[in-house]
């Protein structure tokens, strides 16, 4: 059975920063590509960053420089850390997987300015 957790949101000040993780089981964890998505409150759910099973990794225009997407295959982890944050990054975050096409519940993110 799939599951995955995020963890690590929470209220931040803009310009803080935070990281987020996600835990992976019942997967082919390290052959998996990952990402991490957001929604916003009235807006449609959004790719941030993904990771491939080898390192590569993509961003959304909106976050590069900021956000780093890391992944540990020893543990399952899928990690997103969030630098200089701003108020537009607030949303509910999300982790994937995409081999599985499976979300996580998501965790919240709140951005105060």
């Known amino acids: 059975q799939v599951q995955l957790v995020e963890s690590g949101g929470g209220l931040v000040q803009a310009g803080g920063s935070l990281r987020l993780s996600c835990a992976a089981s019942g997967t082919i964890f390290s052959i998996d590509t990952m990402g991490w998505y957001r929604q916003a409150p009235g807006k449609q759910r959004e790719l941030v960053a993904t990771i491939t099973s080898g390192g590569s990794t993509k961003y959304a225009d909106s976050v590069k420089g900021r956000f780093t997407i890391s992944r540990d295959n020893a543990k399952n982890m899928v990690y997103l850390k969030m630098n200089s944050v701003k108020p537009e990054d607030t949303a509910v975050y999300y982790c994937?997987?995409?081999?599985?096409?499976?979300w996580g519940q998501g965790t919240q993110v709140t951005v105060s300015s």
């Open positions: 994937y997987s995409e081999w599985y096409t499976y």
